[in-house]
């Protein structure tokens, strides 16, 4: 794991400043939410080490850890479905980020186009209470 | 927890179902992505347990289990910046949620619209290789 404290320059590790911003789960990683940069879709939810992260900062292509395979994997590279990388955020609290991509084609394994397709949850719709005394329109 | 080949109703417990698909991680979470409905802004990401989604499903409200407190917490109950649930998807694995929200005010505890406003890190931006043989225009 890097260490933020590390004095002497890596190239072959993520940026302490950065480093030293993350919230890691006891595994050292984060959640990696990944948007499609122009409509705002959700496409999917990955994870990352510092490593991955780091790969996905510096090649403009996402690489995630997958917690499956324990190995990482370069989005794309085995289905072509590739993301290039527009943006990347952290956020508030250190333990998310949000990668802004342009994907190619599909973004689900199932070929669906973000992983949030196929499931709906049944939920209940909440709204505020309308204004209980609206005034009336002037006559 | 609830156990899914309960063959018992229980109204206080996530419908067996829904409990069914979830892939929940050693503490019993699973991420939830909040994304405003009409602008797609990806707002923050919490953490529910079971009961955190059976609130979220039925009470037209975002609760989240908060991991720092070991609570649950409400949105909106302290701050007034309320998420009224709009749509609840689960993706493909079962270990992500993706809660589309109407937000009030703001959804950082900073003040921020969203929890990633305030962190953009330094990213190498990615596209594809132009092509290479690109056909000229008709002359």
């Known amino acids: 794991m890097t260490d933020a404290s590390d004095p002497i320059p890596d190239p072959t590790a993520l940026d302490p400043q950065i480093a030293g911003l993350l919230k890691r789960d006891e595994h050292g990683l984060v959640a990696a939410v990944v948007q499609q940069h ?3 879709d959700v496409l999917m939810v990955g ?6 992260l780091r790969r996905t900062l510096g090649e403009g292509r996402v690489t995630f850890w ?3 395979r324990q190995e990482y994997w370069r989005k ?3 289905s072509g ?5 527009k943006a990347v955020r952290l956020d508030c609290d250190g333990d998310a980020l949000l990668v802004s991509v342009d994907q190619v084609g599909a973004a ?5 186009r973000t992983c949030f397709d196929a499931r709906v ?3 209940t719709v909440g709204a505020p209470d309308p204004d209980p005394d609206p005034t009336p329109p002037a006559s």
Chains 1, 2 share one sequence.
């Open 38 to 40: 122009d409509t705002g």
């Open 47 to 52: 994870w990352m080490d510092d490593e991955a």
């Open 66 to 68: 997958s917690r499956s």
């Open 76 to 78: 794309g590279d085995t």
């Open 81 to 85: 479905h590739v993301q290039w990388v």
């Open 108 to 112: 689900c394994h199932t070929g669906d």
């Open 121 to 123: 949850l049944p939920a």
